[in-house]
């Protein structure tokens, strides 16, 4: 039969970069393989889930191009499927009744040795209530073996498990149960998911046991495998809190899908042949879930970054284009990223000077949401001027003469890159200054900034009616 995958999140919050990475593996094993790769959403925990965050998880795959065969199917529509499990359990004697509170349970077991649940309710053999929890009856002895693809076998000595609870006094069916139920439903031939869930896995695979012996059409145990975790720069698991984990954050500050991508395959995973930048077609063809790593992969957004950086340089120029208009003319995109907007107006945007500018730019930006910060001035009538820069060539006369030389000259130049550039050069050299810092106070004046694209293809196309009006106004905002 063909490989059976799921991915399966609870819409609890952003898409995190560890969701990602799973349902990368999922998809790349299913791919690789002619297997099956469905979409379930674990929303069964009414409390933390929300309708924004499963939508949320839709756009993010949509956005990384992870496409499923299957679902999106809902965890919730299946609850039926799940207390029906957990009454089978019930009668065969695998789950039993408990009415302790967590009071009397931390009272009794508050100088045990052992800490957990001390098995009080075992054989009282009472009915289920309103005010009874189901709990799964753990062997006391021996161990349940988890197979799994990455870590080989690993081995759980049943006396490290309490009697945990199944079915809470409320009704509601707990994550054990009701995911190996769901995935006996689905055929799900493996679990792909994180390292986080393998103390669990012994859990379902008990009830799964249990549940097959419960039927005469027993299920066959999934095979594993569990993912290195993803850590931080201090070798710490990532922190929903502190490390910037959303998804969604990535897509609005201008990283690619497909670099992003390529990104979290190296998440605990490398290619055989080397080469870390990699088509998708290659990551399917070469992708196996036997040769990724154990230990934790680095989370390195500058690793990231720097490979976003490479894929934009590797872009045709129109492309490049195409894919910078979210954030230089959202008003033309089906979508733009929030809170970004660009500081121009429509009406000051120019899709024809933008093309000619992109160019200048592409090679110099890791991310997109770079792209309007070093463009702006093309657009704008009047730069926002860095203060501080102002404030170095309000004290510096080499530049303050420069800037009125340039005012004089550049009134009547033959206007080309080349020209200006001989022009400028030469005004610097006449005041002993290397081309650099001749350009300083020239570009500071017509972008606001220090650094920015080439200037001298930059002040072409700005023009020359701009150009010296921005001349002028430096000399005024230097002069006060
Ligand atoms: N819904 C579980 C979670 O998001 C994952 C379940 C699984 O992959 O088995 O943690």
Known sequence: MAPRVRFAPSPTGY??????RTSLFNWLFARQSGGVFILRIE??????????????????????????????????????????????????GYLYACDCTREAIDERTATRATPGYDGYCRDRGLARSATTALRFRVPDEGVTVVHDLIRGDVTFPHESYEDFVVVKSNGVVLYPLANAVDD???????VIRGEDLLPTTPKQVMLWE?????????????????LPML???QRKKLSKRKDPVAVESYRDQGYLPEAFVNYLALLGWSPREGEEIISRAAMIEQFR?????????????????HMNGEYLRRLSAGEFVARATPWVAPWNSAWRPSDRSPLWREDQFDATLFARVAPLVQERVATLGEVPGLVDFFFLDEVVVDEVALAGVAGDALARDLLDAARERLATLEWT??????????????RGLALRRAQAPIRLAVTGRLIGPPLFESLEIVGRERVLARLDRIQELVAR
């Not at 006996?184 to 493996?190: D, F, G, L, P």
């Open 231 to 233: 850590v931080n720069e």
């Open 184 to 190: 006996r439903t689905m055929a799900i031939t493996h």
């Open 417 to 430: 890159a080349a020209a200006l550039h001989e022009a400028i050069a030469a005004l610097g050299e006449a």
């Open 15 to 20: 898409f995190h970069v560890g969701s990602a």
């Open 43 to 92: 929303d069964t925990d009414v409390e933390r889930n929300r309708d924004e965050w499963r939508e949320g998880i839709i756009t993010a795959l949509a956005w990384l191009g992870l496409d499923y065969d299957e679902g999106p199917y809902r965890q919730s529509e299946m609850i039926g499927d799940h207390r029906a499990a957990a009454d089978a359990l019930f009668r065969a």
């Open 289 to 305: 879930l036997e040769d990724v790593a154990h230990s934790p992969a680095f989370f390195d957004v500058k690793k990231l970054t």
């Open 210 to 226: 249990a549940l097959n012996r419960c039927t005469d059409e027993p299920v066959a145990l999934p095979l594993y495998a569990h």
